[in-house]
């Protein structure tokens, strides 16, 4: 039995009058991402480091931001979509660590309700999904609130068969 690991990062500008989707879910805030899709850094992240463990290249190329197909897409679609394609080329996800560095909102409050989105999308254990934030104190571009960043390590199982 053979083990991957994968690891994917995200960042995205952030703006006023846009949303801030993150881990699947809505976040209230005055600034929202600029993107293609919904532009949910954490599911990026995480689609980037299953795609990266499985040996099947990046989100950008799965899911290509020139494509209109992709525009305003809902990322837990992508999220689902990467799932099906890393089990068909035969591996399970064992486990998910992610974090989302921002400096504004603080995200701990809506951290179960990413993971539980997650893992429902998965369809795995939500012990299986860590999500954690952390700000910059104030340093780069996340302390600035220019914009947000997400990065993401997973471990996948060489399915039997």
């Not at 369809?123 to 104190?137: H, M, N, Q, Y």
Request: negative net charge; glycine residues 10%.
């Amino acid at each position: 039995m053979s083990y991957r690991v994968g690891q994917g990062y995200d960042v995205h500008r952030l703006a006023t009058e846009e949303t801030l989707w993150l881990g699947g879910v809505l976040i209230p805030h005055s600034k929202g991402t600029v993107a293609h899709s919904d532009g949910d850094v954490l599911i990026h992240a995480i689609c980037d480091a299953l795609l990266g463990a499985a040996g099947l290249g990046n989100i950008g190329l799965l899911f290509p931001d020139t494509s209109v197909k992709f525009e305003n897409i809902d990322s837990k679609i992508l999220l689902k979509k990467t799932c099906t394609l890393v089990q068909e080329n035969g591996f399970t996800i064992v486990n998910i660590d992610s974090t989302l560095i921002a400096q504004n909102p603080r995200l701990n409050p809506w951290i179960p309700q990413m993971v539980n989105v997650m893992a429902g999308v998965l369809e795995i254990d939500p012990g299986r999904v860590s999500v954690k934030a952390t700000t910059t104190e104030k340093l780069g571009f996340e302390g600035r609130e220019e914009g947000i960043s997400a990065q993401a390590v997973v471990l996948l199982k060489e399915t039997d068969g």
